[in-house]
């Protein structure tokens, strides 16, 4: 079982922020999310969000039984090193999977790709020196700059007694430079920010356009801890991510609610005025609270992360930002100080 010692080793002073910019780049694509990606596509999506000025990207174990770390690691051999800054995820360790039979894929959890593994979790110390080395292996790369505990839901005592403390040990001697933990949640990811000394959390759909949960917990108490929140899943799985939201788009990967539906529309009433998108406001919009630093999003093609890019450029008139939340529909809580 490898220990924190031979693990190759980044520099032990770490900054006090991750310079992580305002978009990142979440490569669960890259594992064949949903659906499997041409040869011809995904190996044009990094070098886009590169040109785009991305120097964020994200991946985990989880997305396509290690698909997507080997893919992002492809991509970025050859980019410098010190430019860029790479996360990615622990809890769930790959293993052989016995029962896989040819043509078996690991659709049952949303990845096209052969379930020739499969998925165990396990938050302990030796897990996670053996995630960590196993995941430097897949990316090809001598070091990772961020670990996150992975939607450790239903393992809180377990992050909390032997994940967090592994990951302290691996900060402490200089093998990553942060960690913190990524979740579908706040309430969870705030006691994480009082209870353990991370650095950074990733929260996915909570602090959005239609849903400013975060802003009751976490992100108070990110703030008063100065800890870095990265917000994901902007777009709610599809409803927030087209000018108006298509019939049959997802809401949280569900059907959404008609009242929803009605207040997205709405918003690009008012939005379309101003010559402004709802993608363009939901991309921005979280980025508008002191403790939110970077927003991650997914893409499946180069022009897409190219798009999202163009869109986190255009500028929002503030006017537009206090009409929202006037009507009522926005979150004042995103009318704030940055």
Known sequence: MPTPSSVSRAEPDRPARLPLGPLGYGAAA???????????????IVPAAWEAGVRYFDTAPHYGLGLSERRLGESLRGLPRDQYILSTKVGRLLEPNPDYRPGDTDLPNLFDTPATSRRRVDYSRDGILRSVEE???????????VLFAHDPDDHEREALDTAFPALDELRSQGVIRAYGAGMNQSAMLARFV??????????????????????????????ERGVQVVVAAVFNSGLLATDRPRPGAHFDYAQPPQSLVARTNRIADVAGEYGVTVPQLALQFPLRHPAVTTVVTGADTAAQISANAQLMEKPIPTALWSRLIEEGLIPAAGDNRK
Request: charged letters at 30%; a negative charge.
């Open 194 to 223: 009082r209870e353990t000394d991370l650095d950074v959390v990733m929260c996915a759909g909570r602090y959005t356009l239609l849903d400013d949960s975060a802003a009751r917990d976490l992100l108070p108490a990110a703030e």
């Open 135 to 145: 995941s430097l292996i897949r990316l090809d790369v001598d070091r990772i700059d």
């Open 30 to 44: 890259l594992g064949n999310l949903y659906s499997a990606r041409p040869d011809d596509v995904w190996p044009g």
